[in-house]
């Protein structure tokens, strides 16, 4: 078998198309132009082009971009007076704090700081609570983004589904997701016993462990469908570097049905959520009914 690509930049343009759309219509009738203000500390050169793509996605959604800059060495307390200053700003709807942040700060005290209206991230508390409750929240944008390319496949009610990885970013909040789509979610982490038996047992995999090329063919049932959310650079002989994901991917797209590549898979449709967050959190705010962008 040779696996259907899902094309996530394909997927992500449609779905910034209809933000911008959104958007367009939130400002010509109410005069609100979502605002999303980035927080870059230090200079993480990953994090540098990541903010760079978002801000210029931002504005072709017809939103607004704020970024803040802050030296390496700016401390908790300044990091937190900017965040209580953009909770206040009514011009700002969603605020997202790149991470990972330097290691003299502490991450949590960041996000609880965040107003969870505007926490477009997702990984607030209370929208971490919200979600696990089955309450209206703002969703981790990555975990969202693979639950709509799964969604492209097939529809998850009743699949048997594989997460591998239990971060509060990625792997928790996915699994989540997945029950509520009615899924039957195993989460797998580094203490699985036999985790490419696990794995094969899964009509749904997910790859979120940040190890390039970990999920190997074998790992995989005839047909699944399978999203990787790895990025990881490699180096290459010449000295330059390659993107690969958490999964073998010729090995994986023999087997698999359908299958995310890396690049151009999970990334491209996490921005898109992000905003679509944004156009979320700006409504809300509001007191206006929230959108429904996609039918998650
Ligand atoms: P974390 O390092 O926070 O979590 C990794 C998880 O993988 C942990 O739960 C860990 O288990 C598990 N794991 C590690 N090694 C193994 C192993 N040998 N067998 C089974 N499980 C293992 O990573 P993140 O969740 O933040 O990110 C995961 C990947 O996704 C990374 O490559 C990251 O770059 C990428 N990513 C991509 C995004 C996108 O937009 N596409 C966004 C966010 C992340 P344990 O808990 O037991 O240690």
Redesign the pocket.
């Known amino acids: 078998m040779t696996a259907r690509i899902i094309d996530g930049k394909a997927i992500a343009a449609g779905l910034r198309e209809k933000v911008a759309g959104h958007a367009r219509r939130l400002t010509e009738r109410h005069g609100i132009v979502p605002g999303l203000a980035v927080v870059l500390v230090g200079d993480h050169p990953a994090s540098a082009v990541y903010v760079r793509s978002k801000a210029a996605q931002t504005e072709a959604a017809g939103m607004r971009s704020f970024r803040h800059q802050m030296p390496a060495d700016a401390t908790q307390a300044e990091l937190l007076a900017l965040i209580a200053r953009l909770n206040g700003d009514p011009a700002v709807h969603g605020i997202l704090v790149q991470l990972p942040l330097p290691p003299h700060i502490d991450p949590h005290a960041v996000i609880a700081a965040l107003d969870p209206m505007k926490d477009v991230d997702g990984f607030h508390p209370i929208n971490a609570g919200r979600l696990a409750t089955g309450l209206p929240a703002l969703v981790p944008?990555?975990p969202l983004?693979c639950v709509i390319l799964a969604k492209t496949v097939r529809p998850l009610a009743g699949l048997a589904a594989v997460v591998?990885?239990?971060?509060n970013?990625?792997?928790k909040p996915l699994a989540q997701l997945l029950l509520a789509e009615n899924a039957t979610v195993t989460i797998?982490?580094?203490?699985?016993r036999d985790?490419p038996a696990v794995c094969r047992g899964a009509d749904l995999l997910c790859a979120?462990?940040?190890?390039p090329e970990?999920v190997r063919g074998d790992f995989i049932k005839p047909g699944a469908t399978v999203i990787d959310?790895?990025?990881?650079r490699v180096a290459l002989a010449d000295g330059k570097h390659r993107l690969v994901g958490?999964v073998a991917f010729a090995e994986a797209s023999a087997v698999a049905g359908a299958i995310t590549p890396v690049p151009g898979g999970?990334?491209p449709m996490?921005l898109a959520c992000l905003l679509a967050n944004t156009l979320r959190a700006a409504s809300a705010i509001a007191g206006l009914p929230v959108p429904v962008i996609s039918d998650q």
């Open positions: 944008c990555t983004a591998v990885g239990r971060s970013i990625v792997g797998a982490h580094s203490k699985t985790l979120a462990i940040g190890r970990f959310v790895g990025i990881n958490d999970v990334g996490t």
